[in-house]
């Protein structure tokens, strides 16, 4: 599992899971297990769970880049 950060768009990216990981729906509902899978952390996707690139269309900023962009 991983966070994306794309310093080019300056924003933060979606969840980076790997290896299988089963992803189930707050309502239970099971998706495709893959071995690769991106998840939205920005909340603009039209595709939740899944991320569509909302993030830079939005400037979307994780808490960590929000922390590192207030340092310098």
């Known amino acids: 599992i991983g966070l994306v950060e794309d310093p080019e768009q300056q924003c933060s990216g979606p969840l980076w899971l790997r290896g299988g990981i ?9 998706y495709e297990v893959r071995n690769r899978v991106t998840l939205c ?10 991320c569509d690139g909302q993030h830079s269309k939005i400037g ?3 808490a960590a880049q929000a922390v590192l962009d207030s340092e310098s």
């Not at 089963?22 to 099971?30: L, N, P, R, T």
């Open 22 to 30: 089963q992803v189930v729906s707050a309502d239970g509902f099971e």
């Open 41 to 50: 952390r920005c909340g603009a996707s039209k595709n939740k769970p899944f």
């Open 60 to 62: 979307f900023k994780g």
